[in-house]
């Protein structure tokens, strides 16, 4: 039956019909996140033959994960943490809280910075004692000490002792043990507003992809205490649960995991308990305004004092990471040219309208470069006869200065920061463009740029 059919037949109120549909919508973009220390496969082998199993009648291993194309059973271990997330990309991108995947990440880390100081110190110490090669040792004692199989795959995350792992929910009871799971990389974090950015390693349902929805922001530097929220999640691992509250207050600072204040946080009466921490916290239009990190208690349980980190800097910070390694992954693979690069930062959002209401300029068009790379491809437009002291301030750096805006690309206006950062996103590395440029007095020039290539 039709949904609208449904909600007709029910006779639901406006306002139901709204959180119904929010839910009926977003829901299907929020997963389960959690993270298993996995048991070693060296440590059990090496358990068996001393209570004398033969080798030969040792069952296979396949890792405890009876895969189906990207489905999995989570492997057998030590669960870490777990928590909620949220689709960001249909390319399988996930952002959660830092906290929920924090001992995976750090447990990974260490294992990582290990590797790195013992391959160090291979490579600079003599690769020959008394006929032993320094190299061969080193690669046995890391895989004696973290348990991992000698065909392990160093460049994979199945490698690393700790795994993170998704489950896209149901409307059940949320806790079947015959859940499938996606695997996920752990793609970076931002520890200062407590969030991760995950992606999924094969988002496959049995041979076909997976088909992923991305939730849409809105603005949470527009929000009015009073408005109403709903947040989605998966408290104490019921799937796709849904509360509904107030914006109780904003402009909150809170204690972030790093240590950190976390300001311009949403407060909220909206029920989270544990397991909601990564959730969305959705605005009545289903658009990510927040991502929900905790809550003021003395049971551990909602007392209706929640906290989300503003949507607006999440949205920043994990593009931003998604971005990079998607322009990562295309320099490793080579297949085609990599996204352009110009080399500079442009205000957007609450900096950029602050910028237009100093400067009385609301009717002007134009992106406000704020800063400017030392290996711009701008710089290498600079004046012959210009200093050739470099302004490492940014403030000045040869044909374009921070203030100036950027009016024009290639021909198409640009109307605001955004627009210039949209633009960019489509041009690739050589391409040739034509910038112009509008400093404070309202002078223009126009600048021939070669777009460079995205450092990593």
Not at 227 to 237: D, W
Not at 279 to 300: F, W
């Amino acid at each position: 039956m039709p949904s609208a059919e449904l909600d007709d037949m029910m006779g639901l109120t406006s306002n139901e019909r709204t959180v119904v549909n929010v839910h009926r919508v977003a829901s299907q973009s929020v997963v389960y996140v959690t993270s298993v220390l996995k048991t070693s496969d060296a440590n059990r082998r090496q358990l068996k033959r001393r209570r004398g199993i033969s080798r030969a009648r040792q069952p296979k291993d396949d890792g405890d994960q009876a895969k189906e194309g990207g489905m999995q059973k989570l492997p057998q271990g030590t669960l870490l943490g777990s928590g909620s997330g949220f689709v960001v990309d249909a390319d399988g991108y996930i952002v959660t809280n830092y906290h929920v995947i924090q001992r995976a990440y750090e447990t990974n880390q260490m294992v990582i910075n290990y590797e790195q100081f013992l391959d160090n110190l291979g490579k600079n110490s003599t690769r020959c004692i008394n006929g032993l090669k320094v190299e061969g040792l080193v690669d046995r004692t890391v895989d004696a000490i973290f348990g991992r199989d000698d065909t392990s795959n160093s460049d994979s995350i199945s490698g690393l002792p700790a795994c993170v792992f998704v489950r896209f929910g149901t409307n059940g009871n949320g806790q079947d043990s015959n859940a499938s799971y996606y695997a996920c990389e752990i793609v970076d974090v931002v520890k200062e507003l407590d969030i991760a950015v995950l992606r999924m390693q094969s988002p496959m349902n049995g041979s076909e992809r997976m088909p992923l929805k991305a939730l849409s922001y809105g603005s949470s530097s527009n929000l009015l205490v009073g408005q109403t929220l709903l947040a989605i999640g998966n408290p104490f691992g019921l799937d796709r649960t849904i509360t509904s509250g107030l914006v109780s207050a904003l402009g909150r600072t809170v204690t972030g995991v790093a240590g950190n204040p976390i300001n311009n946080c949403i407060q909220t009466d909206a029920s989270i308990n544990p397991g909601n921490s990564g959730g969305p916290l959705l605005n009545l239009k289903g658009e990510v305004i927040g991502v929900n990190t905790m809550i003021i208690s003395t049971s551990g349980s909602s007392a209706g004092i929640g906290f989300a980190v503003p949507g607006d800097n999440v949205k920043q910070k994990s593009n931003e990471i998604v971005d990079l390694d998607k322009e990562r992954r295309i320099q490793k693979g080579q297949k085609r040219k990599g996204r352009g690069w110009l080399g500079i930062d442009v205000a957007v959002g609450s900096l950029e309208e602050a910028l237009r209401n100093r400067l009385a300029v609301h009717e002007v068009a134009g992106a406000f470069v704020t800063s400017i790379s030392k290996s711009s491809p701008l710089m290498q437009t600079r004046d012959a006869t210009a200093s050739n002291e470099f302004d490492s301030t940014g403030i000045n750096n040869g044909s374009i200065v921070t203030g100036d805006r950027i009016v024009n690309v290639g021909g198409a206006i640009i109307s605001n920061g955004l627009d210039l950062q949209t633009d960019l996103k489509g041009r690739v590395e050589g391409e040739r463009l034509t910038l112009t440029v509008e400093d404070a007095l309202g002078e223009r020039r126009v600048l021939y740029i070669t777009l460079g290539k995205v450092p990593l």
